[in-house]
């Protein structure tokens, strides 16, 4: 997964001031409409962590409960008035305790963002309500955790040396791209018998222990096996190059899988084998698979090349930029915030939420365990993010009018949307300017970088 998987929202990640350590701050008046007395401590968790803690007295927030007490009037029912009619020093009576308590965490809410505007906390991700305890008519107090975000100090990042991958395409790479569409659009018919891998075989799998006998209930049914399908198993393919219906063929092999590896002992038992009909490459097969956007084999062949050109050229630009954001992070050493970890990670999620035809996660689905397993990935795009916002400050690269204009000139006929209404817009989207900005900073790393064209002599990814 390359850098451009993540895309990562910069309005969160907020320039702080100086460094805040434990100190008590005195409270401060409000706007006038009240005056609550307000004690803060700050206290340094880490370089990226804070715990902010904040103590009143009861009497400072009764309009908060007051408000509570109002809302929660129309939904009474008290046994002798009608719903929403009781006095109100009745609910305070009755549900005084149970109302306080529930509005704490609005409290809380509104408390903490007075004093991180007033104090200029400048917290960056989701804060957490670590403790909580208040004694009705006395006193609340409730402690906050939050991240900031760290002091970068910024290495060089300019003349960073860069390997560029040049790739020729070859009349083989071609070829092959010409047969996937083939067999895209391939049919079949029933055969005797496998000649070539251009079958397809039907058959009952049955999972045997090492002696050879079969399992209870390991059997799968209509299990279908495309010998041409590079991803086949080898083991699987040989027993299979000659099978016949009724066929019955005993494989044994070492599956590998990432780092595990298990044993596979299975007989296998062919009940069809169909011929793959791979249509003829003509002009008739080219304007099916274009839908008569082209009418010849040469035009489709030019389009062919020129698109694999294309695909070659993004992707070695794509391996450059990253070697070069790799190196940078290499030289900066620095704690990442925990809540911009788990914005990644979350971000992570919801894409493989999206994979999925009904947008849900399956239901054995462990997240924790697919937080663990990504959490150094999550790190690294996270530094990243930080980082590539310190250098725009540190270059002053600004996103112009100019730019927007040019975009929206470039994307108008594209998407099919008035230009004018795209500059407007673009001139209101954050993250359309965070973009422009990105492509600038990558345009500047790559002016400022020693880069080495190397011939590459293999077409494999």
């Excluded at 009143?56 to 008290?78: G, L, M, N, T």
């Excluded at 365990?369 to 270059?395: G, S, V």
Aim: proline share 4%.
């Amino acid at each position: 997964m390359g850098f451009s998987a993540i895309e990562f929202d910069q309005g969160r990640l907020i320039r702080l001031g100086s460094s805040i350590g434990w100190r008590r701050v005195p409270p401060c008046p409000h706007d006038g409409k009240r005056n609550e007395q307000v004690e803060v401590m700050i206290e340094n968790l880490s370089d990226v962590s804070r715990a902010v803690e904040i103590s009143v007295q009861a009497s400072e927030i009764q309009h908060h409960f007051d408000k509570a007490y109002q809302e929660y009037r129309p939904k009474a029912e008290i046994k002798g008035f009608r719903k929403g009619r009781a006095p109100l020093e009745l609910i305070k009576k009755l549900y005084g305790d149970l109302i306080e308590h529930e509005a704490l965490n609005t409290v809380a809410t509104e408390l903490y963002r007075d004093v991180v505007r007033e104090k200029e906390l400048k917290p960056i991700g989701d804060p957490v309500i670590v403790d909580m305890n208040y004694k009705r008519g006395e006193q609340f107090r409730f402690k906050v955790r939050y991240d900031v975000r760290p002091e970068i100090t910024l290495k060089d990042y300019k003349g960073i040396k860069a390997e560029k991958p040049i790739h020729r395409v070859a009349d083989d790479e071609i070829e092959e791209e010409i047969l996937r569409l083939r067999r895209m659009n391939s049919t079949t018919e029933q055969a005797e018998g496998v000649a070539d891998d251009e079958y397809i075989v039907t058959a009952e799998l049955r999972e045997l222990d090492p002696s050879g006998l079969p399992l209870v209930g390991k059997k799968n049914q209509n299990s279908r096996f495309y010998l041409a399908d590079p991803q086949l198993e080898q083991p699987i393919h040989d027993a299979l190059r000659n099978a016949t219906p009724g066929g019955e063929y005993r494989v044994s092999f070492r599956h590998q899988h990432g780092d595990h590896a298990h044993d596979v002992n299975m007989m296998i038992t062919v009940s069809k084998v169909e011929k793959v009909l791979l249509p003829e490459f003509s002009d008739e097969f080219v304007k099916k698979v274009t839908k008569e956007k082209i009418a010849t084999v040469d035009e489709f062949l030019r389009g062919l090349r020129k698109d694999l050109e294309s695909y070659w050229t993004e992707k070695s630009h794509r391996q450059v930029v990253n070697a070069i954001a790799a190196e940078i992070i290499r030289r900066h050493d620095f704690q990442v915030p925990e809540s911009l970890i788990r914005s990644v990670l979350q971000g992570l999620v919801e894409e493989v939420r999206m994979q999925y035809r009904d947008k849900q996660l399956p239901s054995d689905f462990d997240t924790e365990r697919f937080f663990r397993e990504n959490r150094d990935y999550a790190i690294y795009q996270a530094k990243w993010a930080l980082l590539r916002e310190e250098i725009i400050n540190a270059e002053n690269i600004s996103v112009s009018e100019q730019d927007l204009a040019a975009l929206a000139e470039k994307e108008s006929e594209k998407i099919g949307i008035d230009k004018d209404r795209l500059v407007g817009y673009y001139k209101s989207s954050e993250q359309v300017k965070d973009r422009l900005a990105g492509d600038k900073l990558v345009d500047f790393l790559l002016k400022h970088a020693t880069i080495k064209e190397v011939e590459q002599h293999n077409s494999a990814e």
